[in-house]
């Protein structure tokens, strides 16, 4: 069991920055891939970055890809997701999760998700 809980969210203007962050629970967070989703209103819930349990393999959803790093470190057991350059078509309620098999880029493939923090970018 793996609980996580999303924070760093919040009201920036386009082309600002926030970090989220993710704080797991769990004595085994270093042995799982981590992911970054969104959702925005009335939208299906969208992959936006993986990380491997060692942090060397990276993923980024093309829309987001020179914008956004994705990062963990495995002894504070949290996973954060750096977002520069914020656009309003970033605005969403982010998740992370744990991956639990498949490809990394379909929600079906993670098992445990956090309660998700509000990005919302203004124009």
């Known amino acids: 069991q793996v609980q996580l809980v999303e924070s760093g969210g919040g009201l920036v203007q386009a082309g600002g920055s926030l970090r989220l962050s993710c704080a797991a629970s769990?004595?085994?967070?270093?042995?799982?891939?981590m992911g970054w989703f969104r959702q925005a209103p009335g939208k299906e819930r969208e992959f936006v970055a993986a990380i491997s349990w060692s942090g060397g393999r990276l993923y980024y959803a093309d829309s987001v890809k020179g914008r956004f790093t994705i990062s963990r470190d495995n002894a504070k057991n949290t996973v954060y997701l750096q977002m520069n350059s914020l656009k309003p078509e970033d605005t969403a309620v982010y998740y992370c999760a744990t991956f639990g098999g498949g490809s990394y880029y379909y929600t079906n493939s993670y098992d445990y998700w956090g309660q998700g923090t509000q990005v919302t970018v203004s124009s």
């Open positions: 769990g004595r085994t967070f270093s042995s799982y891939t």
